[in-house]
């Protein structure tokens, strides 16, 4: 059985003009202990995805049906205490786009580790301290850095940060959101890696979203394209990769540039993508 289970997920946005068709009929498992890697154009539905999963959605999200089991268990028509309580952080957790702004700057960074804990769990807010610097440990930060603002830390160091928050409840799902977004080119390379080593150490499953297809390659088991909402080609990396079948996914991967072949011109797609009140 996998961790999680996703079948014929619909999402839609209610607007003045109609339904916003984000997520529409998609279907995939991520297995424990693998990663899962979500490719595609920026307003395809990625995130989208994601906050159906985690059950995040604005107020003019909708449900238009399928079914999400997490370990077996119906995750989407569970209450939402329940699943605010025992799910959400606890067992799917979340890194969030933009680390640059998903730190409450007001705050101190270790605290907001702590309020995450407390949140979820029963416990002092010494232990809790405890548990939180333990975090930073682990993602590579100074413990004594636990007291400082956000503005304090680098761009690096507050993506490390968030990630240890999202670690705070021994989650057995990250979903990670473009989490190298706005790092520079070697601090993408140490985010990826320090990731990696996470989840050998802690034998954690993840979503990974991203449009850049080296870092699924580099990362993650399988992968799913998106595009206009749907998942369009589904598969392990290898099989994806080396022989796309669906045309956008065909595209996707020739527009990846060889450094090994001969320069030549990255191949796109004519057109605009199809409109998703009416795709």
């Known amino acids: 059985m996998a961790l999680l289970e996703v079948r014929d997920l619909k999402m839609y946005y209610r607007t003045l003009r109609g339904h916003v068709r984000a997520v529409d009929s998609v279907s995939f498992d991520i297995e424990r202990g693998k990663a899962l890697g979500v490719a595609g154009e920026s307003g395809c539905g990625k995130s989208s995805m994601a906050s159906a999963v985690l059950r995040l959605l604005p107020s003019n999200g909708e449900y238009h049906g399928g079914v999400i089991t997490m370990d077996g268990e119906d995750i989407l028509h569970m209450p939402e205490e329940a699943f605010r309580q025992n799910v959400r952080w606890s067992k799917i957790s979340m890194v969030f786009q933009g680390a640059m702004n998903a730190l409450n700057p007001v705050h101190r960074v270790g605290e907001q580790i702590v309020e995450a804990i407390l949140q979820h769990e029963k416990m002092s807010h010494e232990r809790a301290v405890e548990r939180a610097e333990g975090l930073l440990d682990l993602v590579g930060i100074n413990p004594k850095r636990f007291g400082e603002y956000p503005h304090e830390f680098s761009g690096g160091m507050k993506q490390r940060a968030v990630i240890a928050m999202s670690l705070a409840c021994h989650p057995s799902l990250i979903i990670a959101d473009e989490p190298t977004t706005a790092l520079d080119v070697m601090v993408q390379a140490q985010i990826l890696k320090a990731m990696a080593e996470l989840r050998a150490r802690l034998d954690l499953s993840m979503m990974l979203i991203t449009h850049d297809l080296s870092v699924i390659a580099q990362t993650c088991d399988s992968i799913a394209v998106m595009y206009v909402g749907k998942i369009v080609e589904y598969g ?44």
């Open 236 to 279: 392990s990396v290898y099989d994806v990769y080396g022989s796309p079948v669906h045309p956008y996914a065909m595209g996707l991967v020739e527009s990846f540039p060889n450094i090994h072949a001969e320069r030549s011109a990255v191949r796109s797609l004519p057109g605009f993508p199809p409109n998703l009140l009416a795709p």
